[in-house]
């Protein structure tokens, strides 16, 4: 194999998975989770499912093939712009913790591909880039969005039976978070809860006496971005009021929100978290993670609910950071009828396994790809 790796070309896959029926809430619950504008809609008015990812094949010169994933609802125009001025560029001569692209909802899916051409190219697992794995498997949670009183218990009782010992729910102030709890409690004993109301609870005021029911049933691992995230100062007093450990989301993929990497050393600056949700590419994941290892801080990896490759991803980056202890948001096949892999990643709940082999460690399913398929775009020289 030569050492040349200019890049030759882009193929792209635009895919629409599915969720798996009666999978992401009750079927009596019409609650779309997407948080962003969706072609003139408005935020959390399109399911996240609809929406169309786009799979990424990127060829070297050296003969490797990348393979990438894109957040869902990227930008096509964004993708072909940047994909061309990428074209007949050397990996050698960019630097993999700041490559040449704009900060955008893009960015990550370039960098993933870029780093498994990379990785493979000097036959290397991609969490090498990183400083190596310092566990082989990962903490994982269950998932679902909101359910109903009656469906509850019944439904986190099946993820327990199958190993997982936690489990993550979508909750606004309409549900009765600590009446699930108990439910909860009752039919599957041991399992942990965490609560993502994606800062719809309002205010400190409102959080108050939830959390004083969730410390009373006693099942609520972790509490996840109550309330608006600018709210730094009740963050800080809903961490003192809790037994619970507070945690927000650092999701840069939600650029256009305004998050940031600084949004971390701010967060403990003002002691106002007990810990962090990342969701990054590998570069600003790694930076993020290591200001969290510093200030003694432990989190968990975030997701979109993907596919394969990102979660494939999501495994390296894990897996390479010493705080990632929580359970991670890493249960796409869970949810969607497919991941796109020919091999499945390996769950083994509560864990899964970081995938072995040069960059990523997987391989695209292709009859899986031809299957859910919308469209296919390519740039090359």
Not at 117 to 143: Q, Y
Not at 163 to 184: H, N, P, S, T
Not at 336 to 362: C, K, N, S
Request: net charge negative; with cysteine.
């Amino acid at each position: 194999m030569t050492h040349d790796l200019t890049i030759r070309g882009f193929e792209f896959i635009e895919v629409v998975v599915p969720a798996h029926p009666g999978v992401i809430n009750s079927d009596s619950l019409a609650k779309p989770l997407h948080m962003l504008p969706v072609a003139g809609k408005a935020s959390w008015s399109v399911q996240f499912d609809t929406l169309p990812k786009f799979i990424v094949r990127m060829t070297l010169a050296n003969g490797v093939v990348g393979i990438g994933e894109f957040y869902r609802d990227c930008s096509w125009n964004s993708i072909h712009a940047i994909a061309e001025g990428l074209i007949g560029i050397d990996l050698n001569t960019l630097s993999l913790q700041k490559l040449p692209l704009p900060l955008s909802r893009e960015y990550d899916g370039f960098e993933c591909v870029i780093w498994d051409a990379f990785a493979k190219s000097a036959g290397l697992p991609l969490h090498a880039l990183i400083g190596g794995k310092v566990r082989d498997a990962v903490k994982v949670t269950s998932w679902s969005s909101h359910r109903t009183m009656d469906e509850v218990g019944a439904w986190v009782a099946q993820y327990h039976r199958q190993g997982y010992d936690c489990i993550k729910f979508k909750a606004d102030l309409e549900d009765d978070a600590v009446g699930w709890c108990e439910e909860i409690a009752k039919a599957a004993p041991g399992m942990k809860i965490i609560f993502d109301p994606n800062q719809r609870w309002e205010n400190a005021a409102s959080v108050k006496p939830i959390i004083r029911g969730l410390e009373k049933v006693g099942n609520t691992l972790l509490l996840e971005d109550p309330i608006q995230k600018w709210m730094v100062q009740d963050y800080a007093d809903l961490r003192w009021f809790s037994s619970i450990p507070i945690t927000q989301h650092v999701s840069l993929p939600y650029v256009y929100q305004g998050q940031r990497v600084h949004d971390v050393p701010n967060l403990i600056a003002h002691r106002a978290v007990d810990g962090f949700n990342f969701n990054a590419g590998l570069a600003k994941f790694q930076q993020m993670t290591g200001m969290a290892t510093a200030a003694n801080l432990f989190c968990f990896h975030g997701s979109e609910v993907d596919l394969g490759i990102l979660e494939a991803m999501y495994l390296h980056q894990a897996a390479a950071a010493e705080c990632c202890i929580w359970p991670s948001d890493i249960f796409g096949r869970m949810i969607r009828e497919h991941d796109l892999l020919e091999t499945p990643l390996r769950f083994e709940p509560p864990f899964a396994f970081v995938p072995e082999g040069p960059g990523l460690g997987i391989t695209l399913d292709e009859a899986a790809i031809e299957k859910y398929a919308i469209g296919r775009r390519s740039v090359s020289e």
